[in-house]
């Protein structure tokens, strides 16, 4: 999920790698800053690992089935590793487009922080305990859903997408859709439709939120080589694709009110929501966002004819969230025994 990112680091700055070379050159050079433990941190994607918490939390509260404390927290801590696993071993494949891009050019690697090496030993390590943990402390089949998980966002999305398919956020965003369907899991040992709808809720919002968000960063995205489909198939047709996405998602995230899983609170929550979400959706598509105007150049400023992509992006976070939120309210409530 995307979130605000770091100051821009430069060839001055500390820890910077240096201009032309590699952060691993600038290792073997001994010219590289040596790591601070929040380097590490940082290579999890805290932020994601954040919202993927909150989302595996609310599947495994509205499973609606008691579960001991413990083990819960086991559960969420393993979902949280395995998150911060998935993204330390795209931080070590990717560092070489990371460094191109003004978003993810402070990153620890392309900054000279950490070596790509260490990136991915640490993901390994961080992969295989998540998923250890999981199998022994909640169920297998909890745990062969988080290896597989990760595989999917390390592997399927990251070497074999991203690079080379425009379809790489629709096929990839199954990645990122998992969480709440691993605490459903944890919770109950099996899978219901219920999870599999909030597991399609995040999965349909991911490519209107990511292609909305490139419409006004296609030139960090061509520049690295990255076949986002504002570079591939034009800013016209991202924008029409976004609106045919919103208007099957948007019905997909009032559903779960009539399933039982979502109550009063949800179905208003979806229905308000999932209307300004269309109607942004639809405003962008008869805009003229992502056709290169010129204008502002700063990290997260926008150019001046792309403000209705940047207003869905926004907007989509807060729907998604909103979402998540109301079925945590209305499940925890019941849960307290009102």
């Keep these: 999920m995307s979130q ?156 074999l997408l991203k690079r080379w398919t425009p379809q790489n956020i629709v096929i990839g965003g199954a990645a990122g859709a998992f969480p709440p369907l691993l605490g459903w899991v944890a919770a109950t040992g099996d899978i219901s439709l219920n999870a599999w709808l909030m597991f399609a809720i995040i999965f349909l919002w991911t490519p209107p939120h990511f292609w909305a968000l490139s419409l006004y960063t296609a030139t960090d995205y061509a520049a690295a080589g990255v076949p986002m489909m504002p570079v591939v198939k034009g800013p016209k047709s991202t924008r029409r694709q976004i609106l045919a996405y919103s208007l099957v998602f948007v019905p997909v995230a009032i559903a779960p009110a009539f399933t039982g899983l979502g109550g009063p609170l949800y179905l208003a929550t979806s229905v308000l929501g999932g209307l300004v979400f269309v109607g942004l959706a639809i405003r962008l598509a008869l805009s003229t966002a992502g056709d290169g105007e010129p204008g502002a150049t700063g990290l997260y400023a926008v150019k001046p004819g792309a403000r209705e992509a940047r207003d869905l992006f926004a907007v989509s976070i807060f729907y998604l969230f909103a979402l998540f939120a109301a079925l945590l309210a209305e499940h925890g409530w019941k849960a307290l025994g009102h």
């Design 4 to 159: 605000t990112a770091p100051a821009l680091s430069t060839a001055n700055d500390t820890g910077a790698a240096t201009p032309g070379s590699s952060p691993d050159a600038d290792w073997a050079r001994g010219t590289a800053t040596p790591s601070a433990w929040l380097d590490y941190v940082m290579l999890m994607k805290p932020r994601v690992m954040s919202l993927v918490i909150f989302t595996a939390l609310t599947g495994l509260v509205c499973a609606d089935r008691p579960i001991h404390p413990v083990l819960a927290a086991i559960a969420i801590l393993c979902i949280a590793i395995g998150a911060g696993a998935s993204g330390a071993l795209n931080m070590a494949y990717e560092a070489d487009i990371d460094a191109l891009m003004r978003r993810t050019k402070s990153r620890p690697i392309p900054r000279g922080r950490v070596r790509r090496g260490d990136a991915a030993a640490f993901g390994l390590v961080l992969s295989a305990f998540s998923v250890m943990l999981m199998g022994l402390g909640v169920g297998l089949l909890a745990a062969g859903i988080l290896a597989f998980t990760i595989f999917f966002y390390a592997v399927i999305y990251t070497m």
